[in-house]
């Protein structure tokens, strides 16, 4: 039995923690140490802290349509404590999923006491895994985006305090869920309809009617100041369409229905199809607790609840009583088990509403960017998993209560696909990550070696542009590294050593094929360069290619390295090299006007030094 019992414990531990450490190796392997794109807009922040002039209204500014006031102070303190290193942004999400998940788990263990110890771990199992699933890999990699994490943790947290614990008294259970509904609201403004899906748990608090409309008065009261507090100076980026909905319902109700359906499924049609089962699983158990609920009210109504629990042993002067026959064919089940609808499906539909009315509010936000903006926006399913989650509770409850061993099987069928579905997802966003990592670690190159690109057309405009790739607007990336360096928290060489005759070959720059004659172009022409690049020492392969013209020790473009070349893997007998071809394309404006040689180089940041790739390109450019 011993050896039963703990190869019981040993497989349950493996399932609880393989999402865990599956997603702790997706982020050693992909993430990157270097600020991207809105967090390039905190560092005047920074630089005003360290000159102690800073004012709350700078956390305190709209970002976009959110009051990001606590995710804002959250990096800051990280970014002063580890000299900015992002990827301690990227741990404190990691945090805030194992506690969700945590207390999640908590939850479901007070609702399912005394019940099916298997539906409850398969439960909480899916739940670690759409918690922990690669499919939100955007808001994984770039730890700006915490506040997805954060949001979806003050909800469960009032939850928890609300529904667990009972022990303490309402006045401070309501006290701890609002000062995590107030975090919520000040995080994201998806936070602010925390306090509107839990009006339901607010009233399910034991008390008087005089208490609970007392304290459902002061809810509402703490909601509408919050949005007093968040309307101050609301001026967001982009103005709000209000009456989208009306003018384009189906695009807006194809949008949710595919941000629904996005973590299991990144395909447009499959994903709304998804989406629409998940929406109607939801209404169903809804309704179907709901009805519970509404019957347990008409049985209080006519007194028929404890005469029905009573009445199968009731003896009189040692005669049996028996039951009315109108009584007899009551379900008497039903009855007894209408507490348990009431109590243990609040969190789960609380939690599940919230997700849909903020999967709603995205939508009608972001409808107008089309479908395929919610498949490639991979942060919107940290919301919408909310929802499996609670479809996942939802439906154990349901099985539970039938108890019967038909749906407990399909229970585990749908658990098997739901895994099923999950692997197959990671497998693709592991796939697709590969593919993309060349991009994400240019970034990091390209900060590194930022004074050495010139503020040509390419590299502030084009979107191959490194620099481009931090931040459309490059002004921003440039001064926040400045800042950086002003602060000390990184350094950026100036004296690096160009190699213009390596001992070992970095590869070519074979395309246009060079000729003694110089390339005649116009100038406002298009040129298309080309080659491979790789590391010959067999170490890290380059992610960028550096083009200069004539003597110039800056680079006016470049080119990532990540295209397919089998045929240099196979000559240099090395997988290593089978995506080590580049091209760029860039506009003649970007040279100066007469006789010039481009140039194509690879960074080696372990010697800090330029490595030039043999042949270059004579051009002769000529004034339109």
Not at 40 to 59: H, S, V
Not at 182 to 209: C, H, M, N, R, Y
Not at 281 to 294: A, S
Not at 497 to 514: A, C, H, R, V, W
Request: proline content about 4%; charged content about 15%.
């Amino acid at each position: 039995m011993r050896k039963i019992f703990s190869r019981t414990r040993i497989l349950l531990l493996t399932l609880y923690i393989f999402p865990v450490l599956l997603l702790l190796w997706f982020l050693a392997n992909f993430s990157v140490n270097v600020p991207y794109w809105d967090q390039w807009r905190l560092t005047p922040i920074f630089e005003r802290i360290a000159e102690r002039n800073t004012t709350f209204f700078d956390f305190f500014t709209v970002h976009g349509h959110h009051r990001i006031l606590i995710p804002k102070l959250i990096i800051t303190a990280l970014a002063f404590a580890t000299k900015w290193n992002t990827q301690a942004e990227i741990t404190c999400s990691v945090i805030f999923v194992i506690i969700t998940f945590f207390t999640i788990c908590k939850i479901a263990e007070i609702q399912f006491q005394n019940q099916n110890k298997n539906i409850l771990h398969i439960a909480n199992i899916l739940s670690c895994l759409f918690l922990f699933s690669l499919v939100q890999h955007q808001n994984w990699l770039w730890g700006f985006t915490l506040f997805w994490f954060l949001t979806n943790l003050c909800l469960i947290m009032a939850v928890y305090f609300i529904h667990t614990l009972e022990k303490l008294s309402a006045k401070t259970r309501i006290f701890l869920a609002a000062i995590f509904c107030l975090i919520g609201s000040f995080t994201l403004i998806q936070g602010l309809l925390s306090w509107l899906v839990l009006i339901p748990s607010i009233l399910s608090i034991e008390g008087k009617a005089k208490q609970k409309i007392s304290r459902l008065s002061i809810w509402i009261l703490l909601f509408i100041v919050s949005c007093i507090i968040y309307a101050i100076n609301f001026n967001p980026i982009r103005e709000p369409k209000p009456f989208l909905f009306t003018e384009q319902p189906f695009l807006i109700i194809n949008y949710f229905l595919a941000v629904l359906g996005l973590p299991l499924v990144r395909l447009p049609i499959p994903a709304i199809l998804i989406g629409l089962i998940l929406l109607s699983g939801f209404l169903f158990f809804t309704y179907y607790f709901l009805k519970k609920i509404l019957l347990k009210q008409e049985s209080k109504e006519l007194g028929i609840k404890s005469f029905v629990a009573e009445a199968r042993n009731w003896e009189f002067r040692g005669k049996v009583i028996y039951l009315p026959k109108y009584l007899e064919t009551l379900d008497i089940p039903l009855l007894t088990n209408l507490d348990f609808s009431l109590k243990k499906t609040i969190p789960w539909l609380t939690i599940g509403t919230f997700s849909l009315i903020s999967a709603l509010s995205i939508s009608v936000g972001r409808a107008e960017y089309g479908i395929e903006n919610a498949m490639i926006s991979s942060r919107y399913t940290t919301t919408s998993i909310l929802l499996i989650i609670s479809l996942i509770y939802l439906l154990a409850l349901f099985v539970e209560e039938q108890q019967k061993q038909k749906y407990l099987s399909i229970y585990k069928i749908f658990a098997v696909v739901m895994t099923v579905m999950m692997m197959i997802n990671s497998a693709y966003v592991i796939r697709n990550m590969k593919l993309s990592l060349p991009y994400m670690e240019s970034r990091q190159e390209c900060l590194e070696i930022i004074n050495y690109l010139a503020d040509s057309e390419f590299i502030k405009t084009s979107p191959d542009s490194c620099l481009v790739l931090m931040n459309g607007k490059t002004w921003l990336v440039r001064q926040g590294a400045e800042i950086m360096e002003k602060l000390g928290w990184r350094e950026f060489p100036q004296n690096l050593e160009f190699i213009k005759q390596p001992k070992q070959n970095s590869g070519y720059l074979d395309n246009p094929q060079t000729t003694g004659k110089p390339l005649i172009i116009k100038g406002d022409a298009t040129l298309n360069l080309g080659g491979w690049a790789i590391r010959p020492d067999g170490k890290k392969q380059p992610n960028l290619v550096l083009l200069s013209s004539g003597e110039n020790e800056y680079f006016f473009a470049n080119a990532i390295v990540n295209l397919e070349s089998n045929d240099i893997a196979k000559v240099l007998k090395s997988k290593l090299y089978s995506r080590a071809r580049w091209k760029v394309k860039f506009s003649a404006k970007s040279l100066p006007v007469g006789e010039t040689v481009i140039k194509a180089w690879v960074y080696n940041s372990d010697k800090q030094e330029f490595v030039k790739l043999n042949n270059q390109v004579n051009i002769r450019l000529e004034d339109t």
